[in-house]
């Protein structure tokens, strides 16, 4: 969950930004740790955030999402669809739009180990039968 359940925003104290950005610098140190990009939408408001109209899109999620993808390889990103949590604060295919959002300039390679290949290999899954997921 991108280290913790955090959005960085314009009202994010300084602190706080500045201990998660130095605990995702830390962790990304790590070899054999991945991180997963899933859990923005319920940390930025949940179960209130949907009832009070949180206002959520790729824009508020850019600042968190490139800093993990910048500190963390290609090879240990993966997403996430945080279902059913998410659909708390929205449906799981906004989630999946507003990543593919921010993943857009990124290289198709890029794109299919975020999306599927770094999955298969950490999770030690067996190759699907039939076309891949694009």
Known sequence: HCGGHHQLSSSTPVATREAWRAGICKLAECDNLWCK???????????????????WNANAQRETVRFVMENFREDRLIFGGDWPVCTLTAPLTAWTDCVAKLVEDRSEAFRARLWRDNAKEVYRLPEARGEPFQ
């Open 37 to 55: 990009i899933s859990g923005l939408l319920g940390a930025q408001g949940g179960t209130a955030g949907c009832l009070a109209g949180a206002s």
